[in-house]
C-alpha cells in the first residue's frame, strides 16, 4: 500500500470511525482501524462486531493494499497532522509509515486478513425519511432505553413500521418515550429493534439543519445501515420480543393540566437540587385549581415552587422520580406542554400542547402520607 | 437578617467565594459561606483556613446579620435563579429562606459564631504591580510546583523582591521555572513563599487584557492579600526555606540552538504519543549542524521528527522526560525559543529568544546507549 492524502481528510475520517472500535476487548483486531486503498480513494473501517463505520476518502494511490492500525494511537497521531499532506506506506510485516514535512512515523499494524467482513445486507426493505426527522425519532426516545443488562432487548429501540408511520419506541420499566413520525417504506408492516449503542451514532451523523434532505435505511433480517454517501454505518439488529408498549399506555384520563415548559423545567431543576440528595430522587406534585405546587425536601432545606397552570379534571396529589422527569424536558420544543394523570399510583403521560407526534410515560412514586 | 438582591450578583459572587470552600473535612462550618448583611451590602466569605475569599455585592438590607450556608448546595440553587430577585431571610436556629418569584426554599444554616474569623493584615509592606505581570507572574512560574507532599515547601512559589524586580520561581525537582518583573515595593528586600493554590485563585481574578491597571499585593509577617475593590483574597504564606535556586542555574553552556517554538511544539506532541506509553516519557534529542531531531519508541511504533534550528556551540544527544518538556511550551509565546546545553547529563534550560525575564530548567534522563 502506498498513497498520498490530506490530514485534514484523513483526521475528520479517523475521528468518525474510531467510535465504532471495541473498548474493553481481549481482541486486538477490534481496537483497530482498517487501511484500504484502491483506485483514487482510501477507506477507513472498524467494527466492535455490533457496529461498523466506514468512510471514504480521496486519495493519490500508488500501490493498492490494507493494512489495519492500532485504531487510540492512530487517531491521536493524525489528530496531530491535520494541516500536513500526508504519505502513508506500508513495509514489511504489516508496518505502517506514515510521512510528513520532514519526519515520519512507523506503526506496527496487524495483517487486514483478519479484520472480520463486514457484509452487506442481502435484499433489504428501504425505508425513506427526511434526516431531520430521523434525528428526531433518535434523539426523542433513545434516552429512555434500559441501562442494565437485566433485559437486553430494552438496551434497544423498537421501530415499527405500518401504514407509512415509524413509530419508535424505547422503556425501562420505568419511564417510557414514543415518537411518530412520516417515511416512505417498500413494506408496509415491519419492526425491529436497533441497539441504542448504534443509533446514538447514526444521530451524531445526522443534522437537525438538513431541511428536507432524505435518507435511506436499508433493514434486513439481522442488520440496519445507513449510507449518507460519505459514512455508511452497519448495525447488527437486537434478536428477541420487545414488550407490548401499547398496553402500558393508558387510554383514559381524569385530570390534565397545560402547563409552561420552561417554568417547570426551572422549577424542576431547583426542586432536584434537595430531591437527589435522597436515593428516590422525590419530588412531589400537588394540583388544585390553577396552581401546580412542586414540593422536595431533605435533611438541609426543603423547596417548594408554586407554577401557574390551566387545569381540566380532578385534583390530584402525586409523586416522581424527579430525574426522569428532567430527562423528557429536552425533548419538547413547545412553550407549552399537556401532563395527563389518572391516579397516584397510575402512570402519568407527558406530551406536547400542540400536537401527538410524541408521548412521554412515566411512573409515580408512592407518596407514604 | 433579611435583604434583598438580584440573583445575578447573588450567583456571581457565590461563584467566586465558593473556590475557598475546603472540599474534605470533618467541619462542616469550613464547606459552609457566609452571608453578612449590613448597610447596602450583603458580604459573601469562604475559608478553608489557607485561603479565604470574600466578595461584597449590593443589597437592599431591611435587617442586619449573619448565617453560615451549605456551600455547594447554595450555589446550585442560587445558580438556577440568576433571572429572579430574592429576597433571603433568617428564621428560627440559622435557618435562611429563600424567595423568589412565588416559591421559596428553606436551607438549614449554621451560626456565624462558629464561623473563623478572617484577620486583616497588620502593618503589611505593599508591593504595586500591574494586573496583566501580577498573572504572567503565576502562569508562567506555579505549573512547576511540586504536587507530592514529600516536601511541602515547594507547593508553593517563592516570591523574591530585591530593587524593585520581582523574581519568581517553582521547582519540583526535576525542573524550574522563573519569571523576573519589574515592581513598586515599599520594602526594598522580602522574601515570601506562597501556596500555589492560592495563586491560581488570585491568577482567576486577573486577565491579562487590563492593559496598565494596577493591583497591591499586601505582605504580612505570614499572609499575603490582594483585593481588587470587588474580591478580596487572604492567603497564608507557607512556613520554611526555600531551596537556593541560584546554584541549580548554570551559568554556562556549550550548546545553544534557536528554534521555531510551534514547529518543536507539534513535534514534541507527537513524538510524546507514543513516549507517554512508557513509564520514563522519554523523547531523545539530536543536535546536528542545522537539525534537531526529536526521537521516540515505544513497541508499537516509532516517530522521528526533523526541525530546522540554528545551532551555536558543540553538538550534543540528550533525552527528557516528554512532559516537562511539553508543559512550558505555553509560557512563552514568542516566534523563537532558546535553548542551552552543557552535557547529556546537565540541566539544561529554555527562554524566550528576544528577553530574557523568563527561564525554565530542566533535568535530562540519562540515555542507556
Known sequence: ??????????????LKVIRAT????TNPILEGIKLSASEDYLTLSATDLEISIEKTIPADVKISGEVVVPGKFFADFVK??????????????????IKYTDSEGFLQGLSADEFPIIKDISSPETITIKK??????IDKTIFSVAVDDARPILKGCLFEIENGTLTSVALDGYRLAMYKTSVTSSSSKLSSIVPARSLSEISKLLSYDSEDETIDILLGQNHLMIDDGSVKILTRLLDGEFINYRQVIPSTTTTTILVNKSQLEDGLERASLLA?????????????????????ASNIGNVTENITISLEGKEISIAFNARYLSDCMHTITDEFIKINFNSPISPCTIC??????????????????
Open 132 to 137: 431531520s426527522e430521523l434525528k428526531k425519532v
Open 276 to 296: 437527589r440528595m435522597d436515593k428516590n430522587n422525590l419530588v412531589r406534585f400537588d394540583v388544585k385549581d390553577k396552581i401546580l405546587t412542586l414540593t422536595s
Open 22 to 25: 471495541a473498548t474493553r476487548t
Open 80 to 97: 496531530k497532522l491535520s494541516n500536513e499532506q500526508i504519505e502513508l506506506s506500508t513495509t514489511d510485516h504489516n508496518t505502517l509509515k
Open 352 to 369: 406536547s400542547a400542540e400536537n401527538d407526534s410524541y408521548l412521554y410515560l412515566i411512573l409515580p412514586v408512592r407518596i407514604v402520607e
Open 1 to 14: 500500500m502506498k498513497l498520498i492524502c490530506e490530514g485534514l481528510d484523513l483526521s475528520d475520517a479517523v
